[in-house]
Every structure is written in structure tokens, then in C-alpha cells.
């Protein structure tokens, strides 16, 4: 299937995207995980305000939709399902995609600022296999240390206090529009991000069930 899943820095995008490709074999397609592999690309030919991804990425801003939109197409041609996370971000974007895909269908997990900063500052990555913990809602058995592959846990360079909520504010003036976009069109599942990992599941494989 082709699966869109939309939400707020912190809704909890990538934990149920992993649950997804493992549950039903499709590519994780996230913008946010190439351009942290791309942080340092030279962009500076396109002539825009700053010359690598990382400078946009570190303050919590868009990374130029030219940049983007070329990453996803390249990983779009190369799936045959795919679970896209990240993308799109603001209404260009979403235009640019119905033009190179077609979705079947549209998930969007609901939570609140306050609850996404606390997710946000906490959260703790696995430097080698990516798998994202929090220091409260979701420890490792051992702290610091990856449960799947034993790697170590490191805290993104945008998941402080100050840059987390410039992502939110970013995230409302931009992407917030895309969710109502595909809300009208009759395309948008709404699930409630704020319980429990293993709930949100629950409601997004049923969803999925329905209508993938
Ligand atoms: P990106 O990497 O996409 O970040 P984001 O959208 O801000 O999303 P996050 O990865 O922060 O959150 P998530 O929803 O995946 O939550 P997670 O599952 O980890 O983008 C980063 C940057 O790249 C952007 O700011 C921008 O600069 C650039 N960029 C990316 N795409 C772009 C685009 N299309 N156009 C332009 N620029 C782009 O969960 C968060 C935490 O909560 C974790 O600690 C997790 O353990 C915990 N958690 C998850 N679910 C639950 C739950 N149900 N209950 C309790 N805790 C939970
Ligand atoms: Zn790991």
C-alpha cells in the first residue's frame, strides 16, 4: 500500500511508521531521516539563503521544497509500497506529490503542543539503527543503550525546548493547512495520538485494514 502519515514534530510519525513497514514489508520514506544523512550536502548552486540542509534543519526551519522534493521522488520511484513520513510540509509540497503518486490512504495522529514538547526535549535516538526511545514514556532497558541492536542513544540537535517549538510553530503555519487539505477531500483518518504506543497501533492498523 501507499500510506501517508501526517502529524505535528513529536506526534509519534516514525515510532508507528516502523510499525507499519514491519507489519506490512513497505518502505519507511522520511524527508527528516535523508536530510539528517544530508546535513552537510552542498546546496549552495541553487542560490537560496543557506548553503546545506543542516543550517534550515538546526533552527527548525523548512528545508527549500527543490531540495526535498527531489529526494522524494527519487525514493517514491524506487518502492513499490511505502509508509511517507515527513513529507509533504506545506501546500506545495502536497500538490508536487498527488503529481508523481497516488495515496490509498491518509493518517493523521492528534496531539497537543504540550504534550509534543515533552516528547520532543525527552526523546533519544539509536545512532545506528534509529530507533527513537524517550527517557520517561518509553525507556530503554538500559539507559543510553539501544534495546533492538545495542547501539548508542544520542538527542537530535532540534529537540531542544526552543528549537522544538519553532518546528511547532512551523509546523502550524505550513503543514497544519496540508492536514485540513486532506481532511476536505474526504481522504483524512484522524487518530488520537496521545495514548499509549501500543493503542495508536491499534487504531492505525484497523485504518489500515480499512482502508489499505
Ligand atoms: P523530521 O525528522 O521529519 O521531524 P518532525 O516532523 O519534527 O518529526 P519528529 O521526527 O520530530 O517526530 P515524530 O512524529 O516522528 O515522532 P517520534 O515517533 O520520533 O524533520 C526534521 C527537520 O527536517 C525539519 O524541521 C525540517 O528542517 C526538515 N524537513 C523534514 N522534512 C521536510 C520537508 N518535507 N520539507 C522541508 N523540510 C523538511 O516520537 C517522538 C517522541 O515521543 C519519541 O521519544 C517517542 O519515543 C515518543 N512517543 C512516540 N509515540 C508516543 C506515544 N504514543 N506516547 C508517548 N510517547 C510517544
Ligand atoms: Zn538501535
Not at 545495542?150 to 540537535?157: A, C, N, P, T, V
Not at 525546548?161 to 483524512?188: H, K, W
Request: charged share 35%.
Amino acid at each position: 500500500p501507499h500510506v501517508l502519515i501526517l502529524g505535528a514534530p513529536g506526534a509519534g510519525k516514525g515510532t508507528q511508521s516502523d510499525r507499519i513497514v514491519e507489519e506490512f514489508g513497505v518502505e519507511h520514506v522520511t524527508t527528516g531521516d535523508a536530510l539528517r544523512s544530508n546535513k552537510q550536502m552542498d546546496i549552495g548552486h541553487l542560490g537560496l539563503e543557506y548553503d546545506t540542509p543542516g543550517e534550515y534543519m538546526d533552527q527548525g526551519e523548512l528545508v527549500p521544497d527543490e531540495v526535498v522534493n527531489e529526494i522524494v521522488e527519487k525514493a517514491l520511484s524506487d518502492a513499490d509500497g511505502y509508509v511517507l513520513d515527513g513529507y509533504p510540509r506545506n501546500l506545495d509540497q502536497a500538490e508536487h506529490l498527488s503529481d508523481i503518486t497516488t495515496l490509498d490512504a491518509v493518517l493523521y495522529l492528534d496531539v497537543d503542543e504540550d504534550v509534543l514538547v515533552e516528547r520532543l526535549t525527552g526523546r533519544r535516538v539509536c545512532e545506528e539503527c534509529g530507533a527513537a526511545y524517550h527517557v520517561d514514556f518509553n525507556p530503554p532497558e538500559e539507559e543510553g543503550v539501544c534495546d533492538k541492536c545495542g547501539g548508542d542513544l544520542y538527542q537530535r540537535e532540534d529537540d531542544t525546548e526552543e528549537t522544538a517549538r519553532e518546528r511547532i510553530r512551523v509546523y502550524e503555519e505550513n503543514t497544519a493547512p496540508v492536514v485540513e487539505f486532506y481532511d476536505d477531500v474526504g481522504s483524512l483518518v484522524r487518530i488520537d495520538g496521545e495514548q499509549t504506543p501500543d493503542e495508536v497501533w491499534d487504531d492505525v492498523k484497523m485504518a489500515l485494514e480499512e482502508h489499505a
